[in-house]
């Protein structure tokens, strides 16, 4: 070998050994580039969740069972990389707080049946007429958030239920009563009675960040597998408030949290979860052609949650606003055609007798200009506003009727 070549030789040894003590140095605790993405939203995770994602307090006045803020219960991570200072994930953490509480849910619905044969003999005459039923079993996820066993899920999940069984982690199977369904959220409320039971906290999603790290805990496809503990799935949060489109009599889904942590038949019902260990919504659906999670999943927020409990503990039943009068957009064209120079605001076409609208002072054709402080520009918009609405609220308006212009305000009720 002449002198280039042993000269290469031992700068190739020097770098060699030199990129081997790098390895050796990162492994014993060093920092690595590859640990910057990780380190830096454990970090922003940290700063971000302030005092001011506050939680909805329970009707006593007190912070219902099973919800807390983010930084008076659970104090921040204190690692400079991903994990925690004791060396352990916050998302590892945050599973370890909330998955005892995370239930399969196995319902029994009954789904009317048409047998053409039976019908024929009804009309001839030779049996009587009766209704004739099918049990179909399905099922879904839910989240312990009470001591004394009220468990969040989904209307679809248990929507027509004749038996509703929860199944908790440590393989305990307790019956449950459904105690109320708010099909404008998609949200059930079920009582458990069991003892030492493990809670979940619920805490308000105000304060989440798009790109933060959520996780999904559900039971998906909870039919095929031998085990009763539920599966984890990461992600981060890809949008917040988003509407979703809907066609006529489907449900509407409005403000929204979008996430692409991994949703799947069966996880329905369960919570998403922050890296405090705080429930910040529950997992509803996909949007998916084949049926599998593609990344867009979508979650109730925990404030629509606190809110039905807070209800339902209180009243027994959530109480659904409703204004009680149906209007159609005024657009330029509508507005010629009554002689309005003003296209901006909505026609009232219909308001039900006794109605919150009716107490109002509103009648069929009046035109609607404002609600709320803003113009009724579309109605897209209004239907949000009572969409989020509760009983209680004072909603100042604005109305024209022969030309002239009135003000009101709908004070809302069931």
């Known amino acids: 070998m002449n002198r280039r070549g042993t000269w290469a030789a031992v700068v190739l040894g020097f770098l060699v050994g030199a990129a081997a003590g790098l390895v050796l140095w990162q492994l014993a605790g060093g920092r690595s580039v590859l640990n910057r993405p990780g380190r830096t939203i454990a970090h922003q995770t940290e700063e971000t969740a302030d005092s001011s994602r506050a939680v909805t307090p329970a009707g006593d006045g007190h912070a219902a069972e099973g919800t807390g803020s983010r930084d008076s219960d659970s104090p921040p991570y204190t690692g400079t990389g991903i994990t925690g200072g004791d060396g352990e994930s916050p998302i590892v953490q945050a599973t370890r707080a909330v998955a005892p509480a995370v239930v399969s849910i196995n319902v029994v619905q009954q789904q009317g049946v048409q047998d053409p044969n039976m019908r024929l003999m009804e009309r001839m005459g030779l049996i009587p007429h009766r209704n004739y039923y099918r049990n179909i079993q399905s099922m879904g996820s839910g989240v312990i958030i009470s001591a004394d066993g009220l468990v969040i899920t989904n209307d679809h999940v248990v929507e027509g239920a004749v038996r509703i069984v929860v199944t908790l982690s440590d393989g305990r199977q307790l019956e449950a009563q459904l105690l109320e369904e708010v099909p404008r959220y998609d949200l059930a409320v079920l009582q458990v009675s069991g003892s030492n039971l493990p809670v979940a906290r619920l805490a308000s999603e105000k304060n989440?960040?798009?790109?933060?790290?959520?996780?999904?805990?559900?039971?998906?496809?909870?039919?095929?597998?031998?085990?009763?503990?539920?599966?984890?799935?990461?992600?981060?949060?890809?949008?917040?408030?988003?509407?979703?489109?809907?066609?006529?009599?489907?449900?509407?889904?409005?403000?929204?949290?979008?996430?692409?942590?991994?949703?799947?038949?069966?996880?329905?019902?369960?919570?998403?979860?922050?890296t405090r260990g705080d429930v910040v919504g529950i997992n509803t659906f996909i949007f998916s052609e084949s049926g599998g999670s593609v990344g867009i999943g979508f979650a109730v927020p925990a404030s629509r949650v606190l809110r039905v409990v807070d209800e339902v503990r209180r009243f027994g039943h959530y109480r659904e606003a409703n204004p009680g009068f149906a209007l159609r957009l005024l657009g330029p064209a509508l507005a010629r055609y009554l002689g309005l120079a003003d296209p901006v605001g909505a026609v009232v076409m219909d308001v039900e007798n006794g109605s919150p609208a009716w107490k109002s002072g509103l009648r069929p054709g009046d035109i609607l200009r404002t609600m709320n402080g803003d113009p009724v520009a579309n109605l897209d918009r209004l239907y949000r506003l009572f969409y989020n609405a509760k009983v209680g609220d004072h909603l100042p308006f604005t109305a024209e009727r022969d030309g002239k212009t009135w003000s009101g305000e709908i004070v809302l009720s069931e």
């Open 208 to 274: 989440l960040q798009i790109g933060e790290w959520v996780i999904a805990i559900g039971s998906p496809f909870g039919y095929l597998l031998a085990d009763t503990q539920p599966t984890v799935t990461v992600g981060v949060i890809s949008a917040l408030n988003r509407d979703i489109k809907r066609a006529e009599g489907e449900r509407a889904y409005l403000g929204m949290i979008q996430t692409d942590a991994a949703i799947n038949p069966g996880n329905s019902g369960g919570p998403l979860v922050d």
